[in-house]
């Protein structure tokens, strides 16, 4: 079971006020992006968009995210990683 941790997400884009979030989620995860989003939207009032390119791991970030106005970039994976816009 994979625990997706709603809360810790919706706390997040509410701590920052994000308007347009993205989310990127490793393909056993991709079914359930609808129920994803439907949550975050409702919760935090937040677009929210989903990456259908491959997610590979932590460190398969999709390029260009600030020229769209995306401000926060949420990643399910399998370990915790951790990087802000000023560096690791």
């Known amino acids: 079971m994979f625990a997706l941790e709603l809360d810790r997400v919706i706390a997040e884009i509410k701590q920052r006020k994000s308007k ?7 393909d056993g995860l991709k079914p359930r992006a609808k129920e994803i989003v439907d949550t975050i939207e409702k919760e935090t009032g937040a677009t929210t968009i989903i990456w259908l390119g491959s997610c ?7 390029l260009g995210l600030n020229t769209v106005g995306v401000e926060l970039l949420i990643q399910w994976g399998h370990n915790f990683y951790h990087k802000s816009r000023e560096g690791w």
């Open 20 to 26: 347009l979030v993205l989310i990127q989620l490793p």
């Open 56 to 62: 590979f791991g932590a460190c398969d970030i999709p």
